[in-house]
């Protein structure tokens, strides 16, 4: 076999594999897209699926349910309510002093609260600033029906997840009537709305994820979007509020709360828009990175070719 010859076999080989190599990236790549997207768009659409004229219904819901971020807002502190103790009690009667961490939720949802209250009791065993010497924790319900020893039962569970049992005194969660409860939703900018639960009685809620930092004034500093804190933001939010200073807003990404019930297979669960964020930054920077690799086997292929062209030419010479 003359040089020549080997030297067509090889470029011929050289393009075979190169052919392959592509072929398999990009059944790679679109996979990668097909598995990234799909779960977005399931979680979607899904849920409307589901049911029959559903659709509309949540998005009426949805509309009603939010966060609007009512920074230098003064609490109405006169309101009255009742703490985990069975005390009647003023919100006022906790300002004055400290800053604090402010939390609308209710005590028996069945998941997102829960998840709120793990991510702040879990971003706060990572400060050294201690409930009831440093700040407070403010927990109040949205439920007018829950009652103190709920609201008891709650306490006890987060103040043995903290670890630190000596500061029980800076944890306060509080329970109250309709009128009060509306009135610092009102305040605060937190939209939530009644819906039903798997019995069909009213007696769950759909509302966003937030926790709320107060100056000792009782105005509002600044907010904290989702289910997980930043220990670090965190910090800086209780040291500025400390010093009355008022944070800027932050975007509003919510994490909604609307019950799902496996055992009717019946979703009312808006999936979180952060986790959709978080999926699409994935498939966005996975599928960066691939293409930065074609691109890098693109040159290669370029730079064989000349060489091997480069010596073909040398072989017919």
């Not at 039962?153 to 009060?180: C, I």
């Not at 007696?203 to 994820?209: D, N, P, R, V």
């Amino acid at each position: 076999m003359d040089e020549g010859t080997k030297y067509i076999e090889v470029q011929q080989m050289m393009q075979y594999s190169n052919t392959i190599r592509r072929t398999v990236r990009l059944a790679a790549l679109s996979a990668l897209a097909v598995s990234a997207w799909t779960p977005l768009v399931a979680q979607v659409s899904s849920y409307g699926d589901k049911e029959t004229g559903q659709t509309n219904t949540k998005s009426q819901l949805l509309d009603k349910v939010g966060i609007a971020q009512h920074l230098n807002q003064q609490l109405p502190l006169n309101l009255a309510f009742t703490d985990d103790a069975g005390r009647q009690v003023k919100l006022g009667d906790y300002f004055g002093k400290r800053a604090a961490i402010l939390a609308l939720v209710y005590y028996q949802c069945p998941m997102l609260c829960s998840e709120e209250l793990n991510g702040l009791t879990g971003a706060l065993q990572m400060l050294n600033f201690r409930p009831g010497k440093d700040f407070d924790i403010i927990i109040a319900s949205i439920d007018p029906s829950e009652g103190t020893d709920l609201a008891a039962a709650k306490k006890r569970t987060y103040v043995k997840r903290y670890g630190h049992p000596e500061t029980a005194d800076g944890w306060h969660f509080l329970t109250g009537t309709q009128p009060n409860i509306d009135a610092l939703t009102k305040a605060v900018g937190f939209g939530y709305v009644k819906i039903p639960g798997p019995d069909g009685k009213l007696t769950q809620f759909a509302h966003a994820s937030s926790i709320q930092i107060v100056t000792p004034q009782g105005k509002l500093a600044q907010y904290y979007m989702g289910v997980e804190y930043s220990p670090k933001d965190l910090r800086l939010g209780l040291v500025e509020a400390s010093a009355n200073r008022i944070g800027s807003p932050v975007d509003n990404i919510l994490t909604y709360c609307y019950h799902y019930d496996p055992g009717t297979n019946k979703h009312s669960l808006i999936v979180a828009r952060v986790v959709q964020l978080g999926g699409l930054v994935t498939m966005f920077s996975l599928g960066g990175f691939m293409w930065v690799m074609f691109r890098r086997d693109i040159r290669g292929d370029h730079k064989q070719e000349k060489e091997t062209l480069a010596s073909g030419t040398k072989v017919n010479g």
